[in-house]
């Protein structure tokens, strides 16, 4: 070969070297679909949040968002993938504090509930209801407390299934108003309970306000407590629970995690896009509509957040002596 061949040869070689590198400089990610795993039916209030923010966050990053909503298990299942899956950035989930009431009742998961996940960002905060049928004579939390005292477990209230972020919310309410309350459990996707909330079959439903209020502007259910530290803004006549009981406050959270090991530049990218999609008035009034408040934080608060939930969850599990599922 002579020296002229050769030292083509050599440049031939180092190109197909340093193309690679730029292909990558000039496709960094995302350059392809992300998906973004939801644990709850499609339709439901968890999945229609999820899909109003995922449009504006996938327009943040320039990137589509594909919506796999895969249910069973309370959440276990999407929560399990997205563990499982490449910490690439294209595997994402939408998950909620639900999350944090299933690893405090549970004896075991298949994956850890807090290192499990790459945490990014909340997307928003969310109280819960509290309603009687319109033809209840339970006008107030006062008068709930009233009969659950005068007549222990005589009180009825419907969850979303044992272990519930929505069930631990009743025992905490028992619990800080030294009651017994009678808990009939409801799988996602069953209704929750309204005919037997209508029929007065039972007392009192505890569900998150975007799936309550319409029953409340059609005159079939009554609000009669939030347990937000402020008044709901949607229905102001509607006291506080902690106005009755003080100190009693509850907010749960929907938020953005991804698999362990997920690189901190793609964290940080994500988490930037979440509060560029929040800002966004449209999203902001459509999801404050599904009684969601808008709200992000850091990888580092979210983080924390989830630990102290499954904490608090715990304490009233052990507190109430519910029997940890298998």
């Known amino acids: 070969m002579s020296l002229r061949n050769f030292q083509i040869y050599l440049i031939f070689i180092a190109l197909n070297l340093i193309a690679p590198c730029n292909q990558a400089q000039t496709n960094p990610w995302p350059n392809k679909p992300i998906r ?42 999407a929560a399990e993938l997205t563990s499982k899956a490449a910490p690439d950035g294209y595997t994402l989930i939408s998950i909620s504090s639900a999350h944090a009431s299933q690893a ?41 407390i009233k009969k659950a005292k005068l007549s222990p477990g005589s009180v009825s209230y419907t969850s979303s299934g044992v272990g519930s972020a929505l069930h631990l919310m009743g025992e905490l309410l028992a619990a800080q108003t030294d009651t017994q309350m009678t808990h009939v459990p409801f799988p996602a ?22 799936l309550i209020v319409p029953y409340v502007r059609a005159n079939k259910l009554r609000a009669i407590a939030v347990t937000s530290p402020d008044r709901y803004e949607t229905l102001p006549n509607v006291p506080t629970l902690s106005e009755t009981i003080p100190g009693l406050e509850v907010i749960s959270w929907l938020g953005y995690a991804g698999p362990p090991g997920t690189p901190s530049e793609i964290v940080k990218k994500i988490n930037a896009a979440i509060r560029t999609a ?19 934080n850091s990888p580092e608060e979210f983080h924390a957040l989830v630990e102290k939930g499954i904490v608090k969850y715990r304490a009233i599990a052990q507190s109430r002596k519910i029997e940890i599922q298998p």
Not at 112 to 131: C, H, K, N, Q
Not at 189 to 210: C, E, K, Q, S, V
Not at 278 to 296: D, F, I, T, Y
């Open 36 to 77: 973004l795993m939801v644990g709850s039916p499609a339709g439901s209030g968890t999945d229609a949040v999820s899909r109003l923010v995922a449009t504006k966050v996938s327009e943040a990053l320039g990137q589509v968002f594909v919506v796999e909503n895969k249910v069973g298990a309370g959440g276990q299942i």
């Open 104 to 144: 405090a009742t549970l004896k075991s998961l298949p994956y850890d509930p807090v290192e499990g996940l790459s945490w990014i960002s909340t997307v928003g905060v969310y109280p819960f209801l509290l309603a009687v049928s319109q033809e209840s004579n339970i006008l107030t939390v006062a008068d709930l």
């Open 189 to 210: 996707g069953g209704g929750f309970g309204y005919t037997d909330i209508l029929a007065g079959r039972i007392d009192m439903m505890i569900n998150i306000p975007g």
């Open 278 to 296: 929040l800002s966004n008035k449209e999203l902001q009034a459509q999801m404050q509509k599904a009684g969601v408040r808008p709200q992000a």
